[in-house]
């Protein structure tokens, strides 16, 4: 490690304890004497343990088979920041999670059991009834990863670094730890596997007592990053889909360039196979290129189609609209760094289907 690495890993270590210590300072203005934070940023009522193991703590899913989430921002995010800021990132990170599950977050009219979103950095543990907080605060909390943590918590999710098996894949360092509870709980891992790249998942750094010294180590390969807040992971999407059985069939491309394509590829995709890839990258475009694509054709493109959007949603504006049959090739670039893609098959007749590639653009 050179001079300026070691200086950068010094700032970053500091900056990490700085705002450790400002997450425990608010945990100290919470109000409630009922009230019990765990972990750092969870709250618990008395009595509450593990949401995830608690099929009470679930929110509930309507006839529809989907999962409504009511939130409301407070108002007290006007005198620090613009509000329209504060609720273009909360949409945008909410919308992602729409997207990817059954879990669908809507503005709250008269719901009597809702999210309140205020400053601060924390949440209760699934739904626990009525009105409850969630603490969300610029600097640090505030990232698209940050708030889909959040906002995990509240639809059950706890640390993923907190699981039964934590063991098998991580180190704590109990000596470098200043504050908060890194403890294990009972929970109920849904049969998926540990996810070093959760949203949930604590950074290295994170409440240390010592810049430099992690609290947090993967094993054996202690090189392995951890704590990322870009958004959710594909692990996330497939742990909320699983919770709240979901009938879904999506993913995250994460990485700066990739390839995907229709199931069974170059067989013929079964009946009623949609699915939806969420391609969000770190560089500021992404360009896409269809490398194979044979799909059933229908003079409007009704049955079977591919349909690309500018964005994480389908109300993102439309790239490449109801698109079926041989071809051409289109390529396509987004104006940003996040692209949907949807793939629709209905009941009858199936094709080879695609293989497309991505990579970014500057
Ligand atoms: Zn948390």
């Not at 063991?167 to 891992?189: L, P, Q, T, Y």
């Not at 996330?236 to 009938?247: E, G, H, R, S």
């Amino acid at each position: 490690m050179n001079f300026s690495e070691r200086n950068f890993q010094r700032y970053k270590s500091l900056v990490s304890s700085l705002l450790s210590a400002l997450r425990v300072l608010y945990f100290h203005h919470l109000p409630g004497s009922e009230i019990a934070v765990y972990e750092g940023d969870i709250l618990l009522r008395r009595g509450r343990r593990s949401a995830i193991n608690c099929e009470s703590c679930l929110w509930p899913k309507s006839q529809d088979g989907l999962v409504k989430v009511p939130v409301n921002i407070s108002s007290d995010f006007c005198e620090c920041m613009q509000m329209d800021n504060v609720k273009s990132w909360i949409a945008d990170a909410l919308q992602e999670i729409s997207t990817l599950t059954c879990v669908q977050f809507v503005n709250r009219t008269t719901e009597t059991d809702y999210v309140y979103v205020e400053r601060g950095c924390w949440s209760y543990f699934g739904k626990i009834g009525g009105r409850q907080a969630v603490g969300l605060v610029k600097n640090g909390c505030m990232d698209k990863g940050a708030i889909q943590h959040e906002m995990n918590h509240a639809l059950g999710f706890i640390h993923e670094q907190a699981r039964s098996d934590r063991d098998r894949f991580v180190k704590i360092m109990w000596e470098h730890i200043v504050a908060g509870n890194f403890g294990k709980m009972n929970s109920k891992n849904l049969g998926l596997p540990y996810d070093y790249s959760s949203v949930m998942h604590y950074g290295a750094y994170d409440f240390s007592s010592t810049p430099g010294k992690a609290t947090i180590v993967p094993v054996p390969d202690p090189s392995i990053p951890i704590g990322q807040r870009e958004g959710l992971s594909n692990l996330d999407v497939a742990k909320i889909n699983k919770l709240y059985k979901c009938n879904c069939c999506s993913s995250v491309l994460p990485k700066s360039k990739g390839s995907f394509s229709s199931v069974n590829y170059p067989f013929p995709y079964p009946n009623n196979s949609s699915c939806l890839w969420l391609i969000r990258i770190r560089q500021s475009k992404i360009f896409l290129q269809f490398e194979a694509f044979d799909l059933q054709p229908s003079s409007d493109c009704s049955s079977d189609y591919i349909k690309i959007y500018n964005g994480n949603s389908k109300n993102s504006p439309v790239l490449l609209d109801k698109y079926c049959g041989k071809g051409p090739l289109p390529s396509l670039v987004a104006s940003g760094s996040t692209m949907l893609v949807e793939f629709a098959s209905d009941e009858s007749i199936t094709l080879p289907g695609f293989v497309m590639s991505y990579t970014f653009s500057r």
